[in-house]
């Protein structure tokens, strides 16, 4: 899914006057997360990420492919839940974001092996 794509579709399925900049700022933490804390965490080659801002052109592709790529919507609906003080749509929202994120966790440690911590010695 491209930047452009997630702010397009969630603009459709929750109406909202946030900027596209708070948007994207969204997508980098959520991005910067996933890189850290499971690409970088297994062997092989991993993804090339900076960071998203306003500049950051709305072809650009975001990390996590289909079919997982849907935790980014239920991401951003969490994100504007929380910041409107919506208790009940936000815990709705992130239980979605959080099973996706689980299969897509769990598909990445099924298919890429984890980086050593080194050699074992007694």
Known sequence: MKISEALGRVDVLFYNTFSAAEKIAWLSRLDHQIKRNIIDTHEGEGAVFSGYDA????????????PYDAMY?????????????ETENYNASILAFNAEYEAFENDW???HMP????????
Not at 55 to 66: A, F, Q, Y
Not at 115 to 122: D, L, N, P, T
């Open 115 to 122: 980086k050593g911590c080194g050699r074992f010695r007694f």
């Open 109 to 111: 440690n099924r298919n």
């Open 73 to 85: 919507l239920h991401w951003l609906q969490a994100q504007m839940e929380l910041a409107l003080k």
């Open 55 to 66: 500049d950051t052109p709305g072809s650009t592709e975001l990390l996590v492919p289909h």
